[in-house]
Structures are given as structure tokens and as C-alpha cells.
């Protein structure tokens, strides 16, 4: 199959990880959400090969990573190369955290994408230069 539809919730419920890989038929990277209860201590950790990017989807996450400390909210994004130490605790006393986890090793494959509709290249072209509802 091409695609995949899915929700966090559809993932599991409660705290700790939600596999989103294999249920989404994900091949190309790693992927998964982390359900944080209010107040957690998250694991100082790091990989051997895989990068990772933190997507704070809801709450309020604590990032430690070398010698710097930043509270991230929901949009908050933070990258960390495979080998460098981190830990993402939930920064609240009273939310959950939900982080979406992103992985991936050898790097970026170049810009490969392709319009289908031949009407949507000059589109593309003007997307972000103008609002797109003006369209």
C-alpha cells in the first residue's frame, strides 16, 4: 500500500511509546510518540546511528542536551545528532506531554518530489511569496 491514515490515539492509550512505524507501514525512518505524564523525568540517552527530530505536539517539554536547558511548547521542534546525550522530561506539573520522535540515519535524499498536476508547478513556484488563498 502507498498510504496510511492514522491517529496518536488509534496508537494505544496511556503513557510510554507508540510504536508508529510498523502500524503506518513506515520503511524509510523510525518514528514514534511519546505519551509523558505530568511531572516525568524523561531517559538521558543517545544512539549509535540514528539522529533524531522532537516534534512537541502538545504540552510542555524540558530538552537537555549538552550543556543547554530550553522548554519547548506545542510546534516546538529540536534535532540532536545521533551520538550527542539528551533528555526530554515533561516540563508541566499538570499536562501530559505528547512527542512525536522522528529518526534516521545517512542523511537527506535530495529534493525528489514531483508535481502530478502540471497546473500545480507554477503553484508550488509562488507558494509562501503570496498568501495561497489568493490563489
Same mark, same amino acid.
Given at each position: ?29 523510525? /518514528?514514534? +510518540?511519546?505519551?509523558? #505524564? #505530568? ?12 539522529? %533524531?527530530?522532537?516534534? +512537541? ?16 511548547? #506545542?510546534?516546538?521542534?529540536?534535532? *540532536? %545528532? ?8 515533561? /516540563? ?5 506531554? *505528547? ?16 508535481? *502530478?498536476?502540471? /497546473?500545480?508547478? %507554477? ?6 511569496? /503570496?498568501? #495561497?488563498?489568493?490563489?
Amino acid at each position: 500500500m502507498g498510504h496510511s491514515f492514522g491517529s496518536i490515539d488509534e496508537l494505544g492509550d496511556g503513557y510510554g511509546f507508540r510504536k508508529v512505524r510498523a502500524p503506518m507501514g513506515v520503511t524509510a525512518f523510525g /518514528a514514534n +510518540v511519546i505519551v509523558y #505524564p #505530568p511531572g516525568f523525568r524523561g531517559f538521558h540517552h543517545y544512539h549509535d546511528n540514528q539522529d %533524531e527530530l522532537y516534534f +512537541v505536539h502538545s504540552g510542555s517539554a524540558r530538552i537537555e542536551v549538552e550543556d543547554e536547558e530550553r522548554i519547548l511548547g #506545542p510546534g516546538g521542534l529540536v534535532h *540532536v %545528532e545521533s551520538t550527542t546525550p539528551r533528555r526530554l522530561s515533561n /516540563a508541566s506539573e499538570t499536562d501530559d506531554l *505528547v512527542l512525536l520522535v522522528v529518526g534516521g540515519k545517512d542523511g537527506y535524499v535530495e529534493r525528489d518530489g514531483h508535481m *502530478v498536476d502540471e /497546473a500545480d508547478i %507554477e503553484r508550488r513556484a509562488a507558494f509562501g511569496r /503570496a498568501d #495561497p488563498r489568493d490563489e
